[in-house]
């Protein structure tokens, strides 16, 4: 499965951006589809991840009350809509797919298909 992130771009702190993940088709064997992000000189980390079937949510504590995430099975589609944005939000930001168990959906080594990322940037 091919994952296509868009949506990225300049933003002013405070504002708002969407982001969307489209898989190239329905794998039914993927558990969870994930946002991750990666900061200059930093660590990709965890931000997002949505239940393909269930549909539950998981957020990373910096962004849960900012950050929605949301699925479209129809469309094969992940977005993550994106409030109060700050600087420190600034980042490339990957969606990715998991097989694994929802124990496991914070966990990054627990994804192995990534789309290209996408670049948000929030200007202070």
């Known amino acids: 499965v091919q994952l296509q992130a868009s949506g990225g771009g300049l933003v002013q702190t405070g504002g708002s951006l969407r982001l969307s993940c489209a898989a190239s088709?329905?794998?039914?064997?993927?558990?969870?589809m994930g946002w991750f992000r990666q900061a200059p000189g930093k660590e990709r980390e965890f931000v997002a991840t949505?239940?393909?079937?269930?549909?539950?949510?998981y957020y990373a504590d910096s962004v849960k009350g900012r950050f929605t995430i949301s699925k479209d099975a129809a469309k094969n589609t992940v977005d993550l809509q994106m409030n109060s944005l700050k600087p420190d939000d600034t980042a490339v930001y990957y969606c990715?797919?998991?097989?694994?168990?929802?124990?496991?959906?914070?966990?990054?080594?627990?994804?192995?298909?990534w789309g290209q990322g996408t670049l948000v940037t929030v200007s202070s």
């Open positions: 949505i239940g393909t079937r269930g549909g539950h949510t």
């Open positions: 088709r329905r794998t039914y064997s993927i558990n969870a």
């Open positions: 990715a797919t998991t097989n694994g168990p929802t124990s496991t959906y914070r966990d990054i080594k627990m994804y192995h298909n």
